[in-house]
């Protein structure tokens, strides 16, 4: 509240008061992570990490939670997720923002390795094809309900490539990456037994 007085040249004055309220209707700004793309790696899903995002606001006091979705570092499920955070300014002002957490299926997996593949340079029809067949065949066993068969398969593939990396066919960083992604399927459809990642 603010008072004003005016005083005359005779000693006359008198009073008047103002009531100033400042309201703050100005919401909170958050920025979320890009949406996430992960391979799975265990039957049950893969785990996503992130940093969490933290609202601004013009006034002190806001708070940011996660409203939807699981926390990072949890084990998300094959499929796609949301996660969402609101922050809340200290007078009941918020904002919110979401993104999307997908872990891939194991067939789209194996078809992103053939994909890959079909792009490398320096390999023969004949090699090329060769990598391919063992991969189409696991695909094929996945989706037939034959994990045992798909393991075979992609143990096969993996010594193949093993191979083409000690014969420089392949580099370490190729061979390596499809390495890492058949032995992610591999785990995920229970041939092997190691925990998510």
Known sequence: ILTYTATDAHGN???????????????????????????????????????????????????????????????????????????????????????????????????????????LPGLTGTQRQGLLSKLQAALDAINDGKPNVACNKLADFNSQVQSYINNGTLTSAQGNSLLSSSNHVRNTIGCTNLPCS
Not at 86 to 93: G, P
Request: aromatic share 4%; with cysteine.
């Open 13 to 119: 004055s008198a009073s008047a008061t103002q009531k100033v309220t400042v309201v703050d209707n100005t919401p909170p700004v958050i920025s979320c992570p890009l949406p996430i793309t992960l391979e799975p790696s265990c039957p049950t899903g893969a785990i996503a990490t992130w940093t969490p995002p933290v609202g601004t606001d013009n006034c002190p006091g806001a708070t940011t939670t996660r409203t939807a979705g699981p926390a990072p570092g949890s084990v998300f499920p094959i499929g796609t997720t949301t996660v969402t955070y609101t922050v809340n300014d200290a007078h009941s002002n918020s904002a919110s923002c979401s993104f999307t957490v997908t872990v891939l299926t194991p067939q789209a997996v194996i078809q992103n390795m053939m994909n890959i593949i079909n792009a």
